[in-house]
């Protein structure tokens, strides 16, 4: 299983937003990723602020468990012949966990288009996502590595197009919000 520190800087958009910077950054063609998120009934991985994700992205399917860190981040990724849970290497790893994975079961659902390009410091995704009962747009920033200057890099690139920086929740949290 892949281990990485994800270190990203995130801020929510209006649609006007987000048609500027499509028109103003050299983004590449979009993909659909299809989200499906996975807690216990009791909310256990909820409990622990981690997040279960399956990520489908045409015939391909990635799990990804994410875990906060001082610094960032850190997922877990491992790509699944299916689109489900029942992967021998993730009933270890939940087991490690002292998580029965036969207990997950599907809490949220997203579907983001994205856009994305790459510059000195990350890669900027620019997503609009719809969730059970709203849509949203966003862009991200994800960090190569740790670089004192790629927050004021971001930041200063969305002031030059008049963008102002509303830090934005995680999709797992938006996508729980919306079922509300």
Same mark, same amino acid.
């Given at each position: ?6 270190? %990203? ?10 048609? +500027? ?38 015939? $391909? ?12 981040? &850190?997922?877990?990724?491992? %790509?699944?012949?299916?689109?489900? +849970? !029942?992967?021998?290497? +993730? ?8 998580? !029965? =994975?036969?207990? &997950?079961? $599907? =809490?949220? *659902?997203? $579907?983001?288009? $994205? ?15 719809? *969730? ?9 920033? %994800?960090?190569?590595?740790?670089? %004192? ?6 930041? !200063? ?21 919306? +079922?509300?």
């Amino acid at each position: 299983m892949k281990q990485h520190l994800e270190i %990203e800087y995130k801020s929510m958009l209006t649609k006007a937003d987000y048609d +500027l910077l499509a028109r103003s950054l050299p983004f590449g063609n979009a993909h659909v990723q299809l989200n499906e998120y996975y807690d216990t009934s009791d909310r256990q991985l909820f409990a622990r602020e981690s997040m279960c994700r399956i990520r489908t992205i045409g015939n $391909r399917h990635e799990f990804t468990m994410k875990t906060p860190q001082p610094d960032g981040v &850190l997922e877990h990724e491992l %790509e699944l012949k299916a689109q489900n +849970l !029942n992967d021998e290497r +993730l009933v270890e790893y939940f087991d490690d966990l002292g998580i !029965n =994975v036969y207990e &997950l079961e $599907r =809490v949220a *659902f997203s $579907r983001t288009l $994205r856009k994305t390009y790459d510059d000195a410091y990350g890669t900027w995704c620019l997503d609009s996502t719809s *969730f059970s009962n709203h849509q949203d747009y966003e862009i991200e920033y %994800e960090l190569f590595e740790a670089n %004192e200057k790629a927050r004021p890099h971001y930041v !200063n690139t969305l002031n030059q197009l008049g963008i102002e920086f509303k830090p934005s929740a995680p999709k797992y949290i938006r996508a729980l919000n919306s +079922l509300d």
